[in-house]
Nanobody
Framework: QVQLVESGGGLVQPGGSLRLSCTAS????????MAWYRQAPGKEREFVAR???????NYADSVRGRFTVSRDKGGNTVYLRMNSLKPEDTAGYYC????????????WGQGTQVTVSS
């Protein structure tokens, strides 16, 4: 079993920056990927960024060039550095771990709120 705990959300002005963290407890496999998703009120959860244990990352078009996902060497902590934040980035941000050896089973964190407002 894997548990994911996010931190780092908060209120920030447009143009500002935040860094989110997510730490996974339990056994982590080298094939596991970790990701960030977000969900705004009244909208469906959407993909933000994903990173493999080797450090290969991909991003949603809406955040590419502004957000950077990274992972620590131990592989159990993932970060999301968010720069040039916009009001439309306001959402609950959720950490995800995907386990290919379990048929791409998804583990989820409880989420952390990011609000971009002046």
């Amino acid at each position: 079993q894997v548990q994911l705990v996010e931190s780092g959300g908060g209120l920030v002005q447009p143009g500002g920056s935040l860094r989110l963290s997510c730490t996974a407890s339990g056994t982590i496999f080298s094939s596991d990927t970790m990701a960030w998703y977000r969900q705004a009120p009244g909208k469906e959860r959407e993909f933000v960024a994903r990173i493999t244990s080797a450090g290969s990352a991909n991003y949603a078009d809406s955040v590419r060039g502004r957000f950077t996902v990274s992972r620590d060497k131990g592989g159990n902590t993932v970060y999301l550095r968010m720069n040039s934040l916009k009001p439309e980035d306001t959402a609950g941000y959720y950490c995800n771990l995907r386990r290919p050896v379990l048929g791409n089973y998804d583990f989820w964190g409880q989420g952390t709120q990011v609000t971009v407002s002046s």
